[in-house]
Every structure is written in C-alpha cells, then in structure tokens.
C-alpha cells in the first residue's frame, strides 16, 4: 500500500515536472522539484498554518466571542445594573424631588393658609374675637321705663328706670329730651324734676333710633287736711258707733295738723312726732307718700324714693350704670348708706313692687335680706319696719307681677321680720278691697300702672302706720 502510494506520488512529480519543462524555462529538475516540493510544502504548511491560525482565530474568536459575549454579558449585566442602580437612583433622586416638592408644596400650601389665615385674620376676627365683634355690634332693640305716665307735684322728683335692650348692646348710649323746660327737666340719668303745673313728655331714644316716651303731670302741692275742728262737726252727725271708728282718723288729723305727740293707748297711736325720726325707703308708691306728708302728717320723716327702686337694684354699686338709687338732701346713696347719713334711728321699708316680676317671689325675698344685713351693718341700732307690698287694680296685673304672687311675697316678709326680729305692718290690708285687690278710689293711675296712691289712698297709709307702729 505504501509503494503503490509512493509511485504514485513520484509519478505525479515527474509529470508535473515534464509539464514545467515544457511550459516553462529550462531549470534545475532537482531546483524545481524541490522548489514545487517547497510550494507544496509551504502550501500544505501555508494551509495548515492558515487553518490553524484560522482554526486559532476561530477558537479566538470564539473565545473572544464568548468573552466578548460574557464581557457584553457582564457589560450588559454592569449596564442592567448600573441602570437598575441608575433607575434606582434617578427614583430616588425622583420620590426625593416629590418629596421636596410635596414638601415644598405643603410648605407653600401652610404658607398660603398662614396667609390666608392671616389675611383673614386681618379681614375677620377668629371665632371667639368674631363672638367679641358680634357683641361689639349687637344692635339695640328696645328701651324701657318704669312709667309711661305719672303725676308730680312741684318741687318733687321721681326717677325714671330707663333699660336699654339687649343688656350686651354694643352701643347704650342714650338722648332724653322733654317738651317743655317750664314744667320739669330731666337729668342725664333720667331724675325728673317737677317745676311748674303743666303737662310734659319725655322722650328717651337710643342711637339706631328706638324710642320710649313718658307723659308727665305736674300739679301743685296738695293743700293740709281740714282741721279737726271740722271733722268732728261732721262726725258728729253721724251715729255713735260710727263716731267710735272714725275716731282714730280724727285723732291722725289732729296730730296731723297739731305737731303734737299724742298716743292712744287703747289702739296703739302715735302722733306726728313720732316719725321725726325715721327715714321711708321705698319706688314710686313712697315717693307718692312723701309729698302727701308735706303738710306734715308724718312730722320731720326723710324718705328715700325713687322711681323703680327694689330689694335688688338697690343692692347695686352707686357707680353702676342705669341704678335708680334716691337722692336725698341733693344727694345720691345707696340705700344702707342713706339711712345711715340720715342719721334717723327707724327705717321703714316698703320695696318688692319692682322685684317679684323680674326675681320671682324667692330673688326678692333673698334680696331683702341682703340689704335688712347691710343696714344693720352700718346703722346697728336702727330698728327695721318692713311694709307689705300693697295690691294693684283688678285689671292691671300681670303675668308675674298680680295679686296672688304679691300676697306670697308679703307672707315672705312676715316670716323674714319673725325670724329676724323686725317690725311687720300690713299696709296692703287698708288698701284693698273685699277681693283682694287695690281699692278704685285708693288708685291715682287707673289707665296706666294701676299702683299707685291718690290723697285718700295715703291717707288711709298714714293712719294704718299711726296705729300700729308701737304694736
């Protein structure tokens, strides 16, 4: 096998050596024949080092496809991850930036609602500064007085209690005015004063506009009671035993017009003189008393009055405003210290009138105690005469204020005088009539209040209190 291969070889050298002969120039055979072997051989070596640098650079290039892969691989995986780092990263630096800028926002948001707030704040109050607003702006509604009509005597005084409503209005202020300077004037708290007989009408108003008004009557003084000498010609034509029940009245009369001390021991009657020591405290109903005691029928007697006057108002500071505390002597006190500038040794007290409407039978009562306390306090040896509240017209009570809820406050102040040992007088018991309500002859203002006292009316007063002041 391995001769017929070498012929064969050697063959196909001779003949590609005749082949060269012939086609090409003369030339060594043994030149040429190495020179194809050479060829040969550098063309086998030529191919098998070009196979295997091809086989070498394909293993390279597999391999630097395969590094080239793992390098892209890891190039790619770097690259993923940088980019996963890169999203992570960019989404942080992402959700910081929302952050800041919700942040910002909110910041912004707060800044703007400070401001807003503020700005509103400048605008509006807050809700309790807007509560304060609103009070500073309540509007009034209304004014009251304690009399839309009353009588006067000259040189007399009564005060009007003047309420503005709401009590919490923002502006209280108010302007009186009255038609005719001849017959009163009227000062900035509402005392009028009697000058002249005449009519006038006042008119008090508020700020916005509402009104109250008040008719006023002004009469002369009330001339003394007839003599006794009179009174007893009258009497006595009449019967004897009606002598006998009018003698009491004839004898307060007379001490009326005599001035002299004079006391019946078998009723108990005192005569004018008796009262030069006493001061009478009381609203509209004393201050009607007062100026029928000017001809003298309650001897030197001070009084304390004033229109409205109560338990409870006059328990108020003397700088308070709208109080209706008296004046006295051209002087304004609260009641405990009147009494005591007084310096009268009995008190008597009739108050409540203004009281049980508005502090119910209770408040008014608690009231009295109050201010009986501060009398005693500062005038410890004054003894204290508490007088009933009398009744009014049948057609003029109330809702609060009638003659049922009056007699529960008079039963009250029985109970208070007992316990405290004060002098009680049922004033009312000679006023009213068989039904309990005030007598039509007893009552001055019939078409308007309904309470208080004509002439008659106190001179059954005065009589009842000289019978029964030392009982």
Not at 9 to 28: F, G, H, R, V
Not at 51 to 57: C, D, G, K, L, R
Not at 454 to 465: H, P, S
Request: with cysteine.
């Amino acid at each position: 096998m391995k001769k017929a291969l070498i012929i064969f070889i050697a063959a196909a050298m001779l003949s590609l050596s005749c082949a060269c002969t012939k086609n090409d120039e003369p030339s060594d055979d043994k030149s040429a024949a190495s020179a194809s072997v050479q060829e040969s051989s550098e063309n086998t070596a030529s191919g098998t080092v070009e196979s295997s640098v091809q086989q070498s650079s394909t293993e390279e290039s597999s391999a630097l496809s395969q590094a080239s892969e793992k390098e892209a691989s890891v190039v790619e995986s770097s690259s993923a991850q940088n980019s996963s780092d890169e999203i992570s990263h960019q989404e942080s630096r992402e959700e910081k930036s929302r952050q800041e800028s919700t942040e910002q926002e909110s910041a912004q948001s707060m800044s703007g609602e400070v401001s807003q707030q503020s700005s509103e704040t400048a605008q509006s109050p807050a809700p309790v500064q807007q509560s304060s607003a609103v009070n500073e702006n309540v509007q009034v509604t209304g004014i009251t007085i304690s009399a839309q009509k009353t009588e006067m005597y000259v040189g007399g005084t009564f005060a009007l209690n003047i309420r503005v409503l709401p009590e919490n209005a923002s502006d209280k202020s108010i302007h009186i005015e009255w038609s005719d300077n001849n017959v009163i004037s009227v000062s900035s708290d509402g005392i009028i004063t009697a000058k002249a007989p005449g009519s006038a009408q006042i008119t008090v108003s508020s700020s916005n506009g509402r009104k109250a008004v008040c008719d006023v009557t002004v009469r002369e003084k009330p001339q003394a009671q007839p003599s006794q000498e009179s009174e007893k010609q009258q009497t006595s034509q009449t019967s004897q035993s009606s002598t006998q029940q009018q003698k009491p009245a004839e004898q307060s009369s007379q001490s009326s017009e005599s001035g002299n001390v004079q006391q019946d021991e078998a009723v108990g009657y005192v005569g004018a003189d008796w009262f030069n020591d006493a001061v009478f405290v009381g609203d509209s109903v004393t201050l009607k008393l007062s100026y029928y005691a000017e001809n003298g029928s309650l001897g030197n007697a001070a009084f304390l009055c004033a229109g409205s006057l109560g338990w409870n108002n006059a328990l108020w500071e003397l700088n308070r405003s709208g109080n209706v505390h008296p004046v006295m002597y051209g002087t304004k006190y609260t009641v405990d210290e009147g009494v005591k500038a007084s310096g009268k040794n009995k008190v008597f007290i009739m108050l409540g009138m203004n009281d049980i409407g508005l502090y119910g039978v209770d408040g008014a009562a608690d009231a009295m105690i109050t201010l009986t306390d501060r009398i005693k306090q500062k005038s410890p040896d004054v003894q204290i005469y508490i007088e009933s509240v009398t009744p009014m017209l049948r057609n003029m009570q109330r809702t609060y204020l009638n003659n049922k809820t009056i007699p529960q406050f008079n039963s009250r102040l029985r109970e208070i005088c007992s316990s405290r040992g004060y002098h009680y007088l049922d004033v009312a018991s000679v006023m009213k009539d068989s039904n309990g309500d005030l007598e039509y002859e007893n009552c001055s203002d019939p078409t308007a209040m309904g309470i208080h006292f004509t002439d008659t009316g106190c001179r059954k007063w005065v009589d009842y209190l000289k019978r029964h002041v030392s009982q």
